[in-house]
């Protein structure tokens, strides 16, 4: 029993490796599977670091004043270990439910499976409605904020134009990734990606250590509990990036290898953030909390100007990212999941892009966006659902016994996994959901009664207008001109 269940395992997802075995291999297809056809180990872990750390590393040195440096250092470190650990959660029910379909004789040729789908198969279709909505809702604000930080990068080269315009303009850009068709199709940009924030994250620590200490440079943090907790909720948000797991997963040639790649992906990640918020906090200090970008504070240069179209274009990569798993669930409730025509599949997928620039003109608060999403979604959709989802699926003897992955002994095996799910459950339903809900619901109305919403310029610096002329009041008035005779009645006689 333990062989033929471990044959069924290796065997799953092996599809492009059976159809292409054998067949002969031109310089087209090469190039091909060299830029475009990803699927391995490697594929999946640039596009899960990528993906994991896009705009937030501009907002960390935001959340470093609102909690301190060592609260700052804590949280990654535990929310990275979190994160980790429910992404392997989710592979595991991912493999689990793939296992059992294709035992059923099920082809997932044409078909991207999701992660509502896995629940739907393992746990049924009320766990599928409540998974549907809350991945939905987050993807669907994690591509608001990657339109937001767009505009609010290229403001930092460009402020002839407000950021609201650059919203306009960037929406209509990101539009176009509605012609990728898949996450097999993000090798070169998911490699790219993961290049281009690890230049932006030393320029921002190497700049930030050349620039030194502001004058009277202060470090508050933390000072109030709602700055606490929203700074806290962010970095939830930063490390919660494995909503698109599963999809990720369903790319690979042999998904059953995903298991330690989030933890490996988050690892390179925190060689990234912690560096670069540390130094920002550490030169600018309470001025962050003013200044939710951390290229406001840093000043113009070639290098500083390189950082910004870089995350521009990465921004853009991570946009499709959080969008492409919504273009799945529109085709696949409009039927058009399966069709062939990459333009047909293309024009169907424009609606999805339509609400995510509305609410990116609706709600520009760069940083507060991130802590509001990570407390209200983030917390459900990528820590307590998928803990309590497998709490719940192998909660039978049964089901543990025949389970295609067994949890790993340096956990405690079932006992271990089950008591550091119900810790993950308890802890962000009530340090995340409830004390960072919140404090984040707090600072965003806060943001909503100070700026607006549609507010043209988010956090822009006042204009410059020139001062007006001081007139001397010894000097003699200027001489009327030449050719001006005054009206007779004004005339005085000596």
């Keep these: 029993m333990a062989t033929d269940k471990a044959v069924e395992t290796v065997i799953v997802g092996n599809y492009v490796e059976m159809e ?13 599977k060299l830029f475009w056809q990803g699927g391995s180990v490697y594929d999946a872990w640039f596009s899960c670091a990528s993906n994991q750390v896009a705009q937030v590393l501009l907002t960390l040195p935001y959340s470093f004043s609102q909690l301190g440096m060592m609260s700052g250092i804590l949280f990654q470190l535990f929310y990275g270990l979190m994160g980790s650990w429910t992404a392997y959660l989710i592979s595991i029910l991912y493999i689990e439910y793939r296992t059992r379909k294709e035992r059923e004789k099920v082809d997932f040729r044409n078909h991207v499976i999701q992660w509502f789908e896995v629940l739907d198969g393992l746990l049924g279709k009320h766990w599928r409605n409540v998974g549907l909505a809350f991945n939905c809702t987050f993807l669907l604000f994690g591509s608001v904020i990657q339109l937001i930080a767009c505009a609010s990068n290229i403001y930092y080269i460009n402020d002839n134009l407000d950021k609201r315009t650059w919203t306009y303009i960037f929406g209509a850009c990101c539009a176009t990734t509605v012609f990728i068709p898949s996450f097999h199709n993000y090798r070169i940009w998911s490699f790219l990606g993961l290049l281009m924030t690890t230049y932006t994250a030393w320029y921002l620590a190497v700049a930030s250590l050349l620039h030194g200490q502001v004058e009277g440079v202060k470090h508050s943090g933390p000072s109030k509990l709602v700055l606490y907790f929203t700074g806290a909720t962010n970095i939830l948000y930063t490390f919660g990036g494995h909503a698109v797991t599963v999809e990720i997963m369903h790319a690979m040639w042999k998904p059953q290898k995903f298991k330690a790649i989030y933890l490996l992906a988050t690892l390179y990640v925190l060689t990234l953030t912690l560096p670069s918020a540390a130094a920002v906090y550490w030169a600018f200090g309470d001025m962050l909390l003013n200044h939710s970008n951390a290229f406001a504070l840093l000043p113009r240069s ?3 100007d390189m950082a910004v179209i870089l995350m521009l274009i990465h921004q853009f990569i991570t946009f499709g990212f959080a969008c492409t798993p919504l273009y799945f669930v529109w085709e696949k409730a409009i039927g058009m999941h399966e069709c062939k025509s990459l333009c047909k599949r293309a024009a169907a997928r424009l609606p999805v892009v ?7 003109i609706v709600f520009p608060f760069f940083g507060p966006i991130n802590s509001t999403v990570g407390s209200l979604l983030v917390s459900f959709t ?5 803990a309590l989802a497998h709490i719940f699926t192998f909660k039978s003897a049964a089901a543990r016994e025949n389970a295609v992955e067994q949890p790993p002994k340096f956990v405690g095996r079932w006992i271990g996994a089950y008591v550091i799910n119900i810790f993950v459950v308890v802890w962000v339903l009530i340090v995340g959901f409830g004390f960072g809900g919140w404090a984040s619901m707090v600072n965003f109305i806060h943001q909503i009664d100070t700026f607006g919403l549609f507010t043209k310029c988010y956090q822009c610096p006042p204009q410059q207008f020139p001062p007006p002329p001081v007139m001397n009041a010894t000097a003699p ?3 009327p001109p030449g050719n001006l005779t005054l009206p007779h009645h004004i005339i005085r006689k000596p």
């Design 20 to 32: 292409t075995e054998g067949k002969p291999t031109d310089v087209k297809t090469k190039i091909s």
């Design 302 to 304: 070639p290098f500083r």
């Design 354 to 360: 339509i609400p995510i620039w509305f609410l990116a």
């Design 382 to 386: 990528v820590y307590i659902i998928p």
């Design 477 to 479: 008035l200027p001489p």
